[in-house]
């Protein structure tokens, strides 16, 4: 995947709207977007959403994104959606993996309850939407075989730590944030999973979306998330690897191959060691799924 796309749940018009985006994933919203008095009119209209849908070779994976684990409102949003066979659900307000295995608990049940194959909903964490995520994001490994990702919020972290705002002048993420960001990525990677990079806010400036985009890949985050349509294809081209990086990857690949015994091989006169290899393979996966 490389787009995620956040549609609210409660909008059937903006869920059909959206399956034209282009994005890998529909982040199907039960949560921010969603005022208290809709919630249940959008379990509703997400479910039949999920039921009409998913039979659609074409359709891109949806993903819910549920209210958290302290809400209130977490198992009246798994009893409306789980029986229509989401791909996954987004768990917001994560701390550490321990919150991860306790939905995963309440994933197996209902999955039990509506004759789903057992596992086969996947867990996206939003891991720092809290001061008390930050420190928990290196508990995530081994903790459900459920999860797939750990993507960062700024906008949740920032009203929980009081500030006035989470980007300098220039719009830059100011240094609270970017480490939030860097320790995500670095979690994502202890855990062995996807690291997914935060909403770009700003929808109608695609030239700072595509350059944040650019950051991101060159970073190690495979993936963004949107908040409007037009984000999506600027964030596919930017994750989706060039002809020219494949075609370097393959080369990489192909010197160690002929080169069984070497530690370091010539590359187009650069010398290059293991890590180069297994970022190759990387890529090359990542390249081969989408």
């Known amino acids: 995947m490389r787009s995620l796309l956040f549609v609210p749940g409660d909008s059937q018009k903006k869920l059909e709207k959206a399956l034209t985006s282009g994005a890998d994933v529909l982040l199907i919203d039960l949560e921010d977007s969603v005022a208290l008095s809709a919630k249940e009119e959008a379990r509703r209209v997400t479910s039949a959403f999920l039921e009409t849908q998913r039979a659609n070779a074409d359709r891109p994976k949806f993903y819910v994104r549920v209210n958290g684990l302290t809400t209130g409102l977490i198992d009246a949003d798994l009893d409306g959606v789980m029986k229509a066979a989401p791909d996954g659900i987004v ?4 701390v550490g993996g321990a919150d991860v295995a306790h939905l995963g608990a309440k994933l197996a049940v209902r999955e039990a309850e509506f004759g789903l194959e057992d596992g ?3 867990i996206l964490a939003i891991a720092t ?10 508990t995530f490994y081994g903790a459900s075989h459920r999860l797939m990702g750990l993507t960062w919020g700024g906008e949740d972290l920032s009203a929980d730590v009081g500030a ?20 995500t990525l670095f979690g994502a ?7 997914i990079d935060s909403v770009f806010t700003n929808f109608r400036d695609m030239d700072g979306l595509a350059a944040e985009c650019r950051a991101a890949r060159r970073d190690g985050f495979v993936a963004k998330m949107a908040i409007h349509p037009a984000q999506v294809p600027v964030i596919n081209e930017a994750f989706t690897p060039s002809a ?5 990857a393959k080369a990489v690949i192909e010197a160690f191959i002929a080169n069984p015994g ?9 010398m290059l ?3 180069h290899l297994l970022r190759a393979e990387r890529l090359l996966r990542r390249a081969a799924k989408i």
């Open 262 to 270: 070497a530690g370091v091989v010539g590359v187009n006169g650069e």
């Open 91 to 94: 768990l917001p307000k994560t």
């Open 164 to 183: 006035e705002a989470n980007r300098d002048e220039s719009g830059a993420y100011t240094d609270p944030y970017r480490l939030a960001r860097s320790l």
């Open 120 to 122: 086969a909903t996947r």
């Open 273 to 275: 060691d293991r890590p």
């Open 189 to 195: 990677a202890a855990a062995g999973v996807d690291a």
């Open 244 to 248: 020219e990086a494949i075609k370097r």
């Open 129 to 138: 939407e809290n001061a008390a995520g930050i420190f928990a994001l290196g």
